[in-house]
């Protein structure tokens, strides 16, 4: 029908700004939070809207001072970039040729399973051996080694999305380059890569999320500034005695933002990339 | 009393006007076939009728009440989709007996309801089998069967054998002849398809961008379209058109064809025109054959192309400027390069204005 | 272009990524396997080779079967809500309305915030002195006085679930949202002309395009579930009491705080094959169920 009745069109209005309301508000809370002054925090009855805004969280943590708040801030926000950062690029350079293997050559497809079995592991299953392993390798509260761990995770998944993306790109066309005497690594850097240039960013995207939000190794395996990351960093902020709330909703506004922006922009490919891998099977 | 009246209906999205103002009527038991290109607002005519859009001014009464503003389920009609639109996780005998059951008919009657309509379709075998285990030509008659087993006043088609190869759409043809004949059916037929427009249809409404151009049986729209766009729609090899000029010679009422020192004559109600008129004169290819030696009113066009199909020899030919396709017989002598004779059979001849395109008939200028 | 040469080649490219696998996943995997029938310690080598006492420990003990309730519930009632909610979302998010495409847009906000950050952000909103909720609820007269949301035991493990689902439901929701664009318009046209109503349709028409992504989000969400730690360690670190105890906070709690490695991967094994058998009945269960093409 293409007119609907008045009562459905507001039944479908009030749903759609509840859950609209359902979604910002936490959001928008944790933000007003952030730039609350702490009195307004800490006042019975709790101030909405604060009376006094306090953008100084924002400066105190985003300013290197010497055993400062910020400084810890900005060494987790760089040890994260740095680790999911190189998690991501170890992932796609162990993940393109394997997805392409597997795409291209069904005989050897089960082996993503294996790949995909490591999913079905709860992660304190390997933590004790990890632990005693990089401890042995030097790499215990290191980018390095805790980037390497990330691998792990990141490396399947990555693989599978990739997998997807190459199966959209004609094999014909690879057949045509080689007949034409291009050699295999010519056909992927100048064809299939290109070609498949959207699914390998949103997998790179995605798979920089994953590592950006993980927590439990990055809590087990680093210790301080050096490799602590940000989710360690502020679960520590959280859990400490510190009473300026407004200072960890900061940095949960700053933690948030790459994530964010990255889920906005690649939003439709995210959710495309993730149901078209489960319908295949 | 009419199965179907619309009358003034229009349909617009914002500044676009889809249907531009349509009135027409249908008895009980006609086949009409909504006939046009992509675009022409066919399937937004048959939308409207079956409520699955609403439009913006105008009247549709089926049976005798107006249906502006009722639901599609209490319109009494039912509709076969070109995609079929079976309902893939129910087997075929609950995809027949759908809308029955979201009538609450009681399953005793809505299972003889079932077998009778699988029984003329002949698809009893599939009852049990899911859409995705079915061939195309089997998914379209289990979606004639939903449509069938409702027995509703006016039957819609939209476009349902466009999906189908060619072998198998000309056997689903027969099919649905076979069936309004068995029937009686009142059926609205949409299609593009000029073939399946002329054997199907009891009436066809030649439409284009939103209006109806002509609604006839289809001999008449063959025989006498009513402009231009008509005769150019309906037909293949589609007919010949070629600037002329009216004129008398010796009490024969001629057409001297431009470009050439040709005269042709022609005849019946066209004759009665005034002389000296610019006119489009329409030949259909059958209408041109090889002229007899010494033949009057015989014509020179040099041959290009000769085309045997078996049951035929089509024959491209230039005439003055102007290129014409005549239908022979598969026995003529006649090749390319080489030029010929040919006549106009007088009577089947069409005048149009050329500025209109409307069809010059006696006593209308 | 099958042939023995390129399988080989396409063995050599899934080499790397399979050698990286078995190095970090699967070496440590089997030193799991071979600590769970020793009674190790944390720190220090190898241990006493003690048989399946660990697995028996484990299996008969209360705070192991306690805990795996804590986590079934945690998982049954959180995976079922987002499956619910999202569903419904997906469904209004498929209507016609003004501000449709923004609202899409905004469904990905929660997943795409950080894990921690959720957590915390929620731990937060119920603080028990100044926390968002309380001050809404006391203001709007619903409660008479501020609670304590996460200290007691018996509105912690809801409190933790309420946050798990808002950060989740919006993905199920997308995935729900993208499955209905593919249902194809003419099957809508043609259940309207038969005269489904809208829970008819929903069933007949809607659910079955739905049902195959949304069991996969199922299967990925109910295991996730399984394997909680993250939130639960950020709002709760387990209590008050243990009434929020999942079971990778127990094996973490009995291999790193007590130090009883041996111990904790007996069970971490024990809950991996949990998961394993789950998600395997999950897949046959879909293998069975899917709509074939």
């Given at each position: 029908?293409?007119?609907?009745?008045?009562?459905?069109?507001?039944?479908?209005?009030?749903?759609?700004?509840?859950?609209?309301?359902?979604?910002?508000?936490?959001?928008?809370?944790?933000?007003?939070?952030?730039?609350?002054?702490?009195?307004?925090?800490?006042?019975?009855?709790?101030?909405?809207?604060?009376?006094?805004?306090?953008?100084?969280?924002y400066?105190?943590?985003?300013?290197?001072?010497?055993?400062?708040?910020?400084?810890?801030?900005?060494?987790?926000?760089?040890?994260?970039?740095?680790?999911?950062?190189?998690?991501?690029?170890?992932?796609?350079?162990?993940?393109?040729?394997?997805?392409?293997?597997?795409?291209?050559?069904?005989?050897?497809?089960?082996s993503?399973?294996?790949?995909?079995?490591?999913?079905?592991?709860?992660?304190?299953?390997?933590a004790v051996?990890?632990?005693?392993?990089?401890?042995a390798?030097?790499?215990?509260?290191?980018v390095?080694?805790?980037?390497?761990?990330?691998?792990?995770?990141?490396?399947?998944?990555?693989?599978?999305?990739?997998?997807?993306?190459?199966?959209?790109?004609p094999?014909?066309?690879?057949?045509?380059?080689?007949?034409?005497?291009?050699?295999?690594?010519?056909?992927?850097?100048?064809?299939?890569?290109?070609?498949?240039?959207p699914?390998?960013?949103?997998?790179?995207?995605?798979?920089?999320?994953?590592?950006?939000?993980?927590?439990?190794?990055?809590?087990?395996?680093?210790?301080?500034?050096?490799?602590?990351?940000?989710?360690?960093?502020?679960?520590?902020?959280?859990?400490?005695?510190?009473t300026?709330?407004?200072?960890?909703?900061?940095?949960?506004?700053?933690?948030?933002?790459?994530?964010?922006?990255?889920?906005?922009?690649?939003?439709?490919?995210?959710?495309?990339?993730?149901?078209?891998?489960?319908?295949?099977? | 009393?009419?199965?179907?009246?619309?009358?003034?209906?229009?349909?617009?999205?914002?500044?676009?006007?889809?249907?531009?103002?349509?009135?027409?009527?249908?008895?009980?038991?006609?086949?009409?076939?909504?006939?046009?290109?992509?675009?022409?607002?066919?399937s937004?005519?048959?939308?409207?009728?079956?409520?699955?859009?609403?439009?913006?001014?105008?009247?549709?009464?089926?049976?005798?009440?107006?249906?502006?503003?009722?639901?599609?389920?209490?319109?009494?009609?039912a509709?076969?989709?070109?995609?079929?639109?079976?309902?893939?996780?129910?087997?075929?005998?609950?995809?027949?007996?759908?809308?029955?059951?979201?009538?609450?008919?009681?399953?005793?009657?809505?299972?003889?309801?079932?077998?009778?309509?699988?029984?003329?379709?002949?698809?009893?075998?599939?009852?049990?089998?899911?859409?995705?285990?079915?061939?195309?030509?089997?998914?379209?008659?289990?979606?004639?069967?939903?449509?069938?087993?409702?027995?509703?006043?006016?039957?819609?088609?939209?476009?349902?054998?466009?999906?189908?190869?060619?072998?198998?759409?000309?056997?689903?043809?027969?099919?649905?002849?076979?069936?309004?004949?068995?029937?009686?059916?009142?059926?609205?037929?949409?299609?593009?398809?000029?073939?399946?427009?002329?054997t199907?249809?009891?009436?066809?409404?030649?439409?284009?961008?939103?209006?109806?151009?002509?609604?006839?049986?289809?001999?008449?729209?063959?025989?006498?379209?009513?402009?231009?766009?008509?005769?150019?729609?309906?037909?293949?090899?589609?007919?010949?058109?070629?600037?002329?000029?009216?004129?008398?010679?010796?009490g024969?009422?001629?057409?001297?064809?431009?470009?050439?020192?040709?005269?042709?004559?022609?005849?019946?109600?066209?004759?009665?025109?005034?002389?000296?008129?610019?006119?489009a004169?329409?030949?259909?290819?059958?209408?041109?054959?090889?002229?007899?030696?010494?033949?009057?009113?015989?014509?020179?066009?040099?041959?290009?192309?000769?085309?045997?199909?078996?049951?035929?020899?089509?024959?491209?030919?230039?005439?003055?400027?102007?290129?014409?396709?005549?239908?022979?017989?598969?026995?003529?002598?006649?090749?390319?390069?080489?030029?010929?004779?040919?006549?106009?059979?007088?009577?089947?001849?069409?005048?149009?204005?050329?500025?209109?395109?409307?069809?010059?008939?006696?006593?209308?200028? | 272009?099958?042939?023995?040469?390129?399988?080989?080649?396409?063995?050599?490219?899934?080499?790397?990524?399979?050698?990286?696998?078995?190095?970090?996943?699967?070496?440590?995997?089997?030193?799991?396997?071979?600590?769970?029938?020793?009674?190790?310690?944390?720190?220090?080598?190898?241990?006493?080779?003690?048989?399946?006492?660990?697995?028996?420990?484990?299996?008969?003990?209360?705070?192991?079967?306690?805990?795996?309730?804590?986590?079934?519930?945690?998982?049954?009632?959180?995976?079922?809500?987002?499956?619910?909610?999202?569903?419904?979302?997906?469904?209004?998010?498929?209507?016609?309305?003004?501000g449709?495409?923004?609202?899409?847009?905004?469904?990905?906000?929660?997943?795409?915030?950080?894990?921690?950050?959720?957590?915390?952000?929620?731990?937060?909103?119920?603080?028990?002195?100044?926390?968002?909720?309380?001050?809404?609820?006391?203001?709007?007269?619903?409660?008479?006085?501020?609670?304590?949301?996460?200290?007691?035991?018996?509105?912690?493990?809801v409190?933790?679930?309420?946050?798990?689902?808002?950060?989740?439901?919006?993905?199920?929701?997308?995935?729900?949202?993208?499955?209905?664009?593919?249902?194809?318009?003419?099957?809508?046209?043609?259940?309207?002309?038969?005269?489904?109503?809208?829970?008819?349709r929903?069933?007949?028409?809607?659910?079955?395009?739905?049902?195959?992504?949304l069991?996969?989000?199922?299967?990925?969400?109910?295991?996730?579930?399984f394997?909680?730690?993250?939130?639960?360690?950020?709002?709760?670190?387990?209590?008050?009491?243990?009434?929020t105890?999942?079971?990778?906070?127990?094996?973490?709690?009995?291999?790193?705080?007590?130090?009883?490695?041996?111990?904790?991967?007996?069970?971490?094994?024990?809950?991996?094959?949990?998961?394993?058998?789950?998600a395997?009945?999950?897949?046959?269960?879909?293998?069975r169920?899917?709509?074939?093409?």
């Open positions: 029908m293409e007119h609907r009745p008045l009562a459905q069109t507001v039944l479908v209005y009030v749903a759609a700004i509840v859950l609209a309301v359902a979604i910002l508000m936490p959001f928008v809370w944790l933000v007003i939070m952030s730039i609350s002054s702490a009195p307004d925090l800490s006042s019975l009855p709790l101030h909405w809207l604060p009376t006094t805004f306090d953008f100084s969280r400066v105190k943590l985003l300013t290197i001072a010497e055993h400062s708040a910020g400084e810890a801030f900005l060494s987790s926000l760089r040890n994260s970039l740095e680790v999911s950062g190189m998690a991501v690029i170890g992932a796609l350079v162990l993940g393109i040729p394997a997805a392409w293997a597997v795409s291209r050559h069904r005989e050897v497809g089960w993503i399973y294996i790949a995909i079995g490591s999913y079905m592991l709860p992660a304190v299953a390997l051996p990890l632990y005693k392993g990089l401890h390798l030097g790499l215990l509260n290191n390095v080694g805790l980037a390497g761990v990330y691998l792990t995770i990141l490396a399947p998944f990555t693989a599978w999305l990739l997998k997807s993306g190459f199966d959209g790109v094999r014909e066309i690879e057949s045509a380059a080689m007949i034409d005497g291009a050699r295999l690594d010519q056909i992927l850097r100048r064809l299939t890569l290109p070609l498949a240039a699914a390998v960013t949103t997998a790179a995207l995605f798979a920089l999320m994953v590592g950006w939000d993980e927590f439990f190794y990055a809590l087990l395996f680093t210790s301080d500034d050096r490799a602590k990351t940000l989710t360690v960093a502020i679960a520590d902020l959280a859990g400490g005695r510190i300026d709330y407004g200072l960890i909703a900061t940095a949960g506004v700053l933690a948030s933002l790459p994530p964010v922006i990255i889920g906005v922009v690649l939003q439709r490919a995210l959710v495309a990339g993730l149901t078209q891998g489960g319908v295949k099977g | 009393m009419s199965d179907l009246v619309i009358s003034g209906l229009t349909k617009a999205y914002g500044h676009t006007e889809i249907l531009k103002g349509i009135d027409l009527e249908l008895q009980h038991g006609e086949f009409l076939v909504l006939l046009g290109p992509s675009g022409c607002g066919k937004t005519l048959l939308n409207c009728i079956a409520g699955l859009l609403e439009p913006s001014a105008g009247d549709i009464r089926i049976g005798g009440r107006s249906v502006i503003g009722v639901h599609p389920k209490d319109r009494d009609i509709m076969v989709f070109q995609s079929y639109a079976l309902y893939p996780n129910l087997d075929v005998e609950r995809n027949i007996g759908f809308g029955l059951e979201m009538r609450r008919v009681p399953k005793a009657e809505r299972a003889a309801a079932i077998a009778r309509v699988a029984e003329t379709l002949q698809i009893t075998a599939l009852l049990k089998r899911r859409p995705a285990q079915l061939s195309g030509g089997q998914r379209q008659r289990v979606a004639i069967g939903r449509a069938l087993v409702r027995n509703p006043a006016i039957f819609l088609f939209d476009e349902p054998l466009s999906n189908l190869d060619a072998k198998l759409r000309a056997e689903m043809r027969v099919e649905l002849k076979r069936l309004h004949d068995l029937l009686g059916a009142t059926i609205v037929y949409v299609t593009h398809d000029q073939i399946e427009a002329m199907l249809a009891s009436r066809i409404a030649v439409m284009r961008e939103g209006r109806i151009e002509q609604l006839a049986q289809p001999e008449t729209i063959y025989r006498d379209p009513a402009n231009l766009y008509v005769a150019g729609f309906v037909g293949s090899p589609a007919m010949n058109i070629l600037p002329a000029t009216l004129s008398v010679e010796n024969q009422p001629v057409a001297r064809l431009a470009g050439t020192s040709a005269v042709v004559a022609i005849g019946g109600s066209a004759a009665v025109q005034p002389a000296g008129r610019q006119v004169l329409g030949a259909r290819p059958e209408s041109i054959r090889l002229a007899v030696p010494g033949e009057p009113f015989a014509v020179a066009a040099a041959v290009e192309l000769v085309e045997l199909t078996g049951p035929e020899k089509l024959v491209v030919a230039k005439l003055g400027g102007q290129t014409i396709t005549a239908r022979l017989d598969p026995n003529s002598r006649v090749t390319g390069g080489e030029t010929r004779q040919f006549v106009f059979d007088p009577q089947a001849l069409r005048l149009f204005d050329p500025a209109t395109g409307v069809a010059i008939v006696s006593g209308a200028s | 272009m099958e042939s023995r040469w390129t399988t080989l080649r396409a063995w050599l490219l899934l080499a790397p990524l399979l050698a990286v696998i078995v190095l970090i996943i699967g070496w440590p995997l089997v030193n799991t396997v071979i600590f769970s029938f020793t009674d190790a310690g944390l720190v220090g080598t190898g241990g006493n080779f003690v048989g399946f006492a660990n697995f028996a420990k484990a299996l008969h003990s209360s705070a192991f079967s306690s805990t795996f309730i804590n986590t079934a519930i945690f998982a049954l009632v959180s995976v079922a809500a987002e499956m619910v909610l999202g569903v419904l979302a997906a469904l209004l998010l498929d209507q016609q309305f003004r449709r495409t923004a609202l899409r847009a905004l469904m990905i906000l929660p997943w795409a915030l950080p894990t921690i950050v959720n957590a915390t952000l929620w731990r937060l909103i119920y603080n028990p002195q100044y926390g968002a909720l309380d001050a809404l609820l006391t203001q709007l007269h619903i409660i008479p006085a501020y609670q304590s949301w996460l200290g007691e035991p018996g509105t912690a493990m409190a933790i679930i309420v946050a798990d689902v808002w950060k989740n439901f919006p993905l199920v929701a997308l995935i729900g949202l993208a499955a209905l664009q593919t249902v194809p318009h003419d099957i809508k046209s043609a259940s309207i002309v038969d005269g489904a109503g809208a829970l008819s929903f069933r007949f028409v809607l659910f079955p395009y739905m049902a195959g992504p069991m996969v989000a199922l299967v990925l969400r109910t295991i996730e579930a394997k909680v730690f993250d939130i639960i360690w950020v709002m709760t670190r387990g209590g008050p009491a243990d009434t105890r999942t079971l990778s906070i127990l094996i973490y709690q009995e291999a790193f705080s007590f130090g009883r490695a041996g111990s904790g991967a007996s069970m971490a094994l024990i809950v991996t094959l949990i998961i394993t058998v789950l395997a009945g999950y897949i046959a269960a879909i293998r169920n899917t709509l074939s093409a």
